[in-house]
């Protein structure tokens, strides 16, 4: 069906066009996380066992594939990598993710700012009417130095955008990964996927080592020109069900606790994710464009959203137990999804174009 090889990068890019909005609604459900505005006395065992398998099997493996994806694009149409090339490439990416980095950032700060000082205390160690010059400054760049949370260390103000400060740093360092993977013909990824595998820097962060291996694997298959096979829908389920036993495998042993075994599975279930949507994708489904474009505005908007839904819903739904935690998972990122979705359009459609492609990236 697909003879040549443009025809086949042309099916790459559409398998990549399909995934995008996948992915993003299994991020904003990755941080649905209802336990958090409950009391700590109640148990929730079915439901907390059901946001550990979700978080380490499923949603663990959007970030890899977004960064993978970013590093592929990056690379794709670049034959030499001169740097008037590299330049545009840059220029592209202030205004693609630099410039709204900053804008939505100072939004999150802003909303956070008035909602706390009207509303409820911010959910972190230190209020925010406290915050001095340098705290403010750090909510851009690591959140871990306001707070002094190690939990939050590397994350910013709106949460889910590290990533846009990641891949926007590995894209400066672009001419670096391009000539250590043509000079070295892909075999310096070792390098960072032991990295990856062992957590050996775990600490690392600006950018983390995820960023840097999967980015790099990414630009790999850009660099290479390589393509996605086109998967049967046999082949897909075959490599879906070794998904599923191996990390029923997982999960069930002591396998769980050995991290490097585990990121081997994570490799697994990207091939997955991958195999599927190719299936999907052969299959002539295409995710409508609108979707597709709104995946930036979502990825940034979507935090304050779910917090507020999320502490409405919860104290709603608490009295149902286990069943509440459910419906309050399914509802509030359901409600936050659709609502999002229908903002974008609004913008798209009214916003005037300089705000548009702030708020939106440029998609």
Not at 105 to 111: D, K, R, V
Not at 198 to 221: H, K, N, R
Request: charged letters at 10%; a positive charge; hydrophobic letters at 50%.
């Amino acid at each position: 069906m697909y003879g040549t090889h443009t025809t086949l990068l042309f099916f790459m890019l559409k398998v990549i066009s399909n995934s995008r909005f996948p992915l993003c609604v299994l991020i904003i459900f990755m941080h649905c996380d209802p336990l958090q505005f409950t009391s700590g006395g109640e148990s929730f065992l079915a439901y907390q066992t059901f946001q550990l398998i979700s978080l380490e099997f499923i949603f663990r493996l959007c970030v890899p594939l977004f960064f993978i994806i970013s590093g592929y694009l990056f690379f794709l149409t670049i034959d030499e990598f001169s740097f008037a090339t590299y330049k545009n490439k840059i220029r592209h990416r202030v205004s693609s993710l630099l410039i709204p980095y900053f804008v939505w950032n100072l939004i999150t700060l802003l909303l956070y700012f008035i909602g706390c000082t009207l509303l409820f205390p911010m959910p972190s160690g230190k209020p925010i009417v406290e915050y001095n010059i340098q705290d403010f400054l750090f909510c851009f760049w690591d959140m871990g130095r306001v707070t002094g949370n190690p939990e939050v260390t590397g994350l910013v103000i709106d949460t889910p955008l590290w990533f846009i400060r990641d891949l926007f740093i590995v894209s400066l360092l672009s001419p670096i990964i391009y000539i250590l993977l043509k000079k070295s013909k892909g075999i310096i990824l070792l390098l960072p996927a032991v990295i990856w595998a062992t957590e050996s820097c775990s600490s690392l962060y600006a950018p983390g080592d995820q960023a840097i291996f999967f980015f790099s694997l990414g630009a790999f298959g850009g660099i290479k020109k390589c393509n996605l096979p086109i998967v049967s829908s046999k082949n897909a389920s075959l490599l879906l069900g070794l998904y599923i036993v191996s990390s029923i495998l997982l999960f069930s042993t002591d396998l769980f606790e050995t991290r490097w075994i585990k990121h081997i599975n994570d490799l697994l279930g990207i091939a997955t994710f991958l195999a599927i949507t190719s299936c999907v994708t052969n299959l002539n489904v295409t995710v409508h464009p609108t979707l597709t474009n709104s995946c930036f505005f979502l990825y940034a908007y979507f935090q304050l959203p779910l917090l507020l839904t999320q502490k409405i819903m919860v104290s709603k739904l608490a009295f149902l137990g286990e069943y509440g935690m459910f419906l309050s998972f399914l509802l509030c990122g359901s409600i936050v999804l659709f609502m999002g979705i229908g903002i974008y359009y609004l913008l798209k459609r009214f916003a005037p174009k300089l705000l548009y492609n702030i708020l939106c990236g440029g998609r």
